[in-house]
């Protein structure tokens, strides 16, 4: 089982900076993949980033890309995403999420806020 935990939400101005962080533990070892999710009030939960564990390739949602950059660092077993020139329409709460061979694992979540 792994279990993740989130840090980094809070509430910024518009054209602000946040960075999120997912720190994975427990059975990491055959995971292949993290990323991020959102979801805001209302509203279904959608992709933001994701990257691959081993080879670091990422893949981001039309609406971040050139915003948002997502990295990893695989000894912490850490996700980070940089989130550069938010707007309000990216407040959300923002879910970690990893990707094993058995199955796939969500974190708690963390608020976004972005205030005009």
């Known amino acids: 089982q792994v279990q993740l935990v989130e840090s980094g939400g809070g509430l910024v101005q518009a054209g602000g900076s946040l960075r999120l962080s997912c720190a994975a533990s427990g059975r990491t070892a055959s995971s292949y993949a993290m990323g991020w999710f959102r979801q805001a009030a209302g509203k279904e939960r959608e992709f933001v980033a994701a990257?691959?564990?081993?080879?670091?390739?990422?893949y981001y949602a039309n609406s971040v890309k050139g915003r948002f950059a997502i990295s990893r660092d695989n000894a912490k077993n850490t996700v980070y995403l940089q989130m550069n020139s938010l707007k309000p329409e990216d407040t959300a709460v923002y879910y970690c999420?990893?990707?094993?061979?058995?199955?796939?694992?969500w974190g708690q979540g963390t608020q976004v806020t972005v205030s005009s």
């Open positions: 999420k990893v990707v094993t061979t058995v199955d796939d694992y």
């Open positions: 990257i691959s564990w081993s080879g670091g390739n990422t």
